[in-house]
């Protein structure tokens, strides 16, 4: 089934474990909660999916996966170590002979979600505090994330206004997916207050959820905002903003839909770095103005999660091949779409590849200044790409060796340097060895849709 959504089939059985375990009472769960989330896809982590009773069984009777579930320095997931009863079902099954559906009737098992009732929220009311929020989240900021259990030491969100009180930033990760976040006023419960929209394509699974801005508070020399799931409250999804300086820290906590306690999910600290576009970009579009940008006065539609499973959040999420993101945006009844949102564009970048790029890594570069002179070649100190430079890049998708084109979505108008690096030393960042090409700019309208083509991407450094 289509609308079948990975990320919260219902949970694994808890201890004791069953006589009988198999694939598609047992396993089957735990791997789409704790594993699908990177080992599916076109191109997933590893290099293996974890998607069919075959390629679980392959990587159990290899021995590699029940070493990496029990390798408390090195686990799978990356996170850390899943609980014992959970680890201790893939042991079993091997022992038992890889049962696949079994002869076991499905259980009846209550879902710990089952009685679950929202809490009521009480938004900040923007009219008397917490408003400033959006024009402190504006700016291009450039720091370290952790995400999901995996580090990026260097990384940067580039927020702007695309409304008189909408700010929006995303991450393009390029083929594993994206992530963004855009805030905007809206009245909800009765209160004109801010709310963020959190969410993107992960793996080919459509997600956005919203959340409320909840808390407005100062401690220390920080000022801290709270927003938490706009149905489930902070048990189920909670986004924490401090600024401080001139520094951001973002955090984000998930329940996975509140099936177990919030965890950490991702973290970005990163200071402002002083850049035009923002300015620019309120100028533009009038902001920052108290109004409201997008009514949720009667409240958000109620997702669609299909009769298995009890709605905890106000995400909306749909996994479906073949689909646009406007469709599957629709599928997903998502109250807040892309095709709806204003000023942002798309472009198309498409690569022609020769033998010296065929098979590699492309990173696709969106940058404040160029990062390559006239014939190709990058702007170096030390034989490096010179770290001002870099840091003003503002996207900075990665696509495989198999994919020779990508569409930027949710992209901010303004005038951009585009450099595409194949990646041949396979090191996710430009540096000596790999191939580029003369330098580019682009310019990228209002709600454009655009396409460029580099066919000249031949220039060794
Ligand atoms: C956050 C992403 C992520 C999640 C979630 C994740 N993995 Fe992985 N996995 C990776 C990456 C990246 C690699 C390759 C690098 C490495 O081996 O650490 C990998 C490698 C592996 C390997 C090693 C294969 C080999 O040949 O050595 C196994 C086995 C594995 N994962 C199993 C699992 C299982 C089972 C789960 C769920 C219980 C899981 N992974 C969850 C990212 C993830």
């Known amino acids: 089934m289509a609308a079948l959504v990975a990320l919260i089939n219902g949970p694994a059985p808890a201890a004791p474990i069953a006589e009988e375990v198999s694939f598609t009472h047992d396993i089957r769960p735990v791997i789409e909660n704790y594993c699908a989330t990177c080992h ?9 999916a974890l998607d069919s009773y075959k390629a679980v069984r392959a990587q159990v009777e290899t021995g590699a996966l029940l070493e990496r579930i029990n390798d408390p320095k090195d686990p799978m997931p990356p996170a850390g170590l899943l ?8 042991k079993k099954w091997a022992d038992g002979g890889y049962v696949n559906t079994g002869t076991r009737k499905p259980a009846r098992r209550a879902a710990p979600t089952a009685a679950f009732k929202p809490p009521a929220i009480v938004p900040v009311d923007v009219s008397k505090e917490g408003f400033r929020f959006l024009a402190k989240m504006q700016g291009h900021w450039v720091g370290a994330l952790w995400l999901m259990g995996q580090n990026y030491g ?16 995303i991450f393009e990760g390029g083929t594993m997916g994206n992530l963004f976040t855009s805030f905007f006023v809206t009245r909800f419960n009765g209160t004109r207050t801010i709310m963020a929209r959190n969410g993107g394509i992960l793996n080919g699974i459509y997600r956005t959820s919203y959340l409320v801005l909840d808390r407005v508070e100062n401690v220390a020399s920080e000022e801290r905002y709270r927003f938490v799931d ?5 048990r189920i999804m909670s986004i924490d903003v401090a600024f401080f300086g001139s520094s951001v820290r973002m955090e984000s906590h998930t329940s996975r839909m509140g099936i177990r306690e919030p965890t950490l999910h991702m973290r970005f600290e990163g200071r402002r770095r002083p850049s035009e576009l923002a300015t620019e970009a309120a100028k533009a579009v009038g902001f920052p103005k108290n109004v ?11 997702p669609d999660w299909g009769p298995k499973h009890t709605v905890t959040s106000a995400s909306y999420m749909w996994q479906e091949k073949g689909k646009t993101l406007v469709e599957l945006a629709r599928l997903a009844k998502d109250p807040y779409r892309i095709d709806q949102m204003p ?9 022609k590849r020769d033998a010296a790029t065929r098979g590699k890594k492309l990173l696709i570069l969106l940058s404040e ?35 020779d084109e990508f569409t930027l979505t949710y992209l901010h108008p303004g005038t951009y340097y585009l450099t595409v690096v194949a990646d041949v030393d396979g090191d996710s960042f430009p540096t000596p060895g790999d191939v580029t090409h003369p330098v580019r700019k682009v310019v990228v309208k209002p709600r454009s849709s655009e396409s460029v083509v580099i066919n000249d991407l031949t220039v060794g450094n």
């Open 83 to 90: 609980p014992i009863q959970h680890r201790r079902l893939f």
């Open 40 to 48: 599916a896809g076109v191109e997933p982590e590893g290099g293996f």
């Open 369 to 403: 200044r160029a990062l390559v002179d006239k014939r190709g070649m990058f702007k170096t100190e030390n034989g490096y790409l010179q770290a001002d430079l870099a840091n003003t890049i503002l996207l900075f998708p990665e696509i495989s060796g198999k994919q």
């Open 292 to 302: 409201v940008d997008r009514d949720f006065a009667k409240g958000l539609p109620r």
């Open 343 to 351: 000023h942002v564009a798309k472009l198309h970048v498409k690569v």
């Open 154 to 169: 260097w990384f940067a969100f580039d927020y702007r206004a695309i409304a008189p009180s909408h700010v929006h930033g």
């Open 230 to 234: 706009a149905y489930g409250g902070k």
